[in-house]
């Protein structure tokens, strides 16, 4: 298989997600390699370098001045590389571009297909990788999406290095099984949502809920979160197109009533300007679209509906 990164860059982007998550053990996990190996080729990078980019002890990993230099070189040079990579390909006729979206669930797989079928007569494809709630702005950041479907606020503040647009914005529900005391309710308050125990998904900072009381469990994936509702973990804030990834059917989606999620596409400065304008108008009409429709339609129901492309302009909605 033909990969869209430039060839012979690995110990360059093991660098570059080593700066920024300043732990073996972290970056050894996202990279999918073991922390000895990990520590092995940033070794070998030093050596054939000839400098030292990291400070190492038994408790923290630090940038050296060197490192700090070089980190800042580095994410420029691998950028131009993948994207040059992929204009050479499409000069020379190697096929569609392909622009990878990383998302994390809740929906947004009904998004990005929607938003494919929007972008099918364009010479791209979309490609959706999933993830977890830790990796989604690291995938972007590294380059190993083009453009990224993010909910907000289960994430906190995006950093400067990085645009955004909103592709949509829902109630934000309440999960719950079938026969919690809530579930025959049409809305909640949020001072209702404070009394009861939660899973904790993505970052907490932004919920305007005081004194949210959580279990142990912690959900790392989206469908994760469902998942433990279902088996009574506890119960948990979701998006409403949270609904098209329920499995269970005997879970309540229970809308609280003032408290929104926002689903946000993002993508890095830059970046192929003309198919990543392309997929975020097309994410962006997609979300619109899905959120439209599920708030027409019945819980539980999977609506679908006729779409039509807009024409592409610069990603900013």
């Known amino acids: 298989?033909?990969?869209?990164?430039?060839?012979?860059?690995?110990?360059?982007?093991?660098?570059?997600?080593?700066?920024?998550?300043?732990?073996?053990?972290?970056?050894?996990?996202?990279?999918?390699?073991?922390?000895?190996?990990?520590?092995?080729?940033?070794?070998?990078?030093?050596?054939?370098?000839?400098?030292?980019?990291?400070?190492r002890s038994t408790r923290s990993v630090r940038l050296t001045e060197a490192g700090r230099d070089l980190l800042a070189v580095a994410t420029s040079a691998i950028s131009v590389l993948d994207t040059g990579l992929a204009d050479v390909r499409r000069r020379a006729g190697a096929g569609r571009r392909a622009v990878r979206i990383g998302h994390v669930g809740w929906g947004t797989g009904q998004v990005i297909a929607r938003a494919a079928r929007l972008v099918a007569h364009e010479p791209m494809q979309l490609v959706p990788t999933y993830t977890n709630f830790g990796n989604q702005l690291n995938q972007l950041r590294h380059g190993q999406v083009d453009t990224a479907l993010l909910w907000r606020p289960y994430l906190p503040k995006f950093p400067d290095d990085v645009e955004e647009a909103t592709a949509a914005v829902v109630p934000t529900c309440l999960v719950m099984p079938w026969d919690h005391p809530l579930a025959s309710r049409s809305s909640v308050a949020v001072a209702e949502v404070g009394a009861e125990r939660l899973i904790r998904v993505g970052s907490a900072e932004g919920f305007p809920v005081a004194g949210m009381r959580f279990v142990e469990h912690t959900a790392e994936y989206a469908?994760?979160?469902?998942?433990?509702?279902?088996?009574?973990?506890?119960?948990?804030?979701?998006?409403?197109?949270?609904?098209?990834?329920?499995?269970?059917?005997?879970?309540?989606?229970?809308?609280?009533?003032?408290?929104?999620?926002?689903?946000?596409?993002?993508?890095?400065?830059?970046?192929?300007?003309?198919?990543?304008?392309?997929?975020?108008?097309?994410?962006?009409?997609?979300?619109?679209?899905?959120?439209?429709?599920?708030?027409?339609?019945?819980?539980?129901?999977?609506?679908?509906?006729?779409?039509?492309?807009?024409?592409?302009?610069?990603?900013?909605?």
């Open 1 to 55: 298989m033909v990969s869209d990164r430039f060839p012979g860059t690995e110990k360059v982007r093991s660098f570059l997600v080593l700066a920024d998550e300043l732990h073996f053990g972290r970056a050894a996990r996202y990279l999918h390699l073991s922390q000895p190996a990990l520590s092995q080729q940033i070794a070998a990078f030093e050596r054939e370098i000839g400098l030292r980019l990291f400070h």
């Open 223 to 317: 469908v994760d979160t469902l998942a433990a509702v279902s088996a009574g973990v506890g119960l948990a804030l979701c998006p409403r197109l949270a609904e098209w990834d329920a499995v269970n059917r005997d879970l309540r989606f229970v809308p609280i009533e003032g408290m929104d999620s926002e689903l946000v596409v993002v993508w890095r400065p830059g970046a192929d300007s003309s198919a990543v304008c392309v997929a975020v108008r097309g994410l962006c009409q997609a979300g619109r679209e899905t959120a439209a429709l599920m708030s027409g339609s019945p819980a539980g129901a999977h609506p679908s509906g006729a779409i039509t492309l807009p024409a592409p302009s610069a990603p900013a909605d």
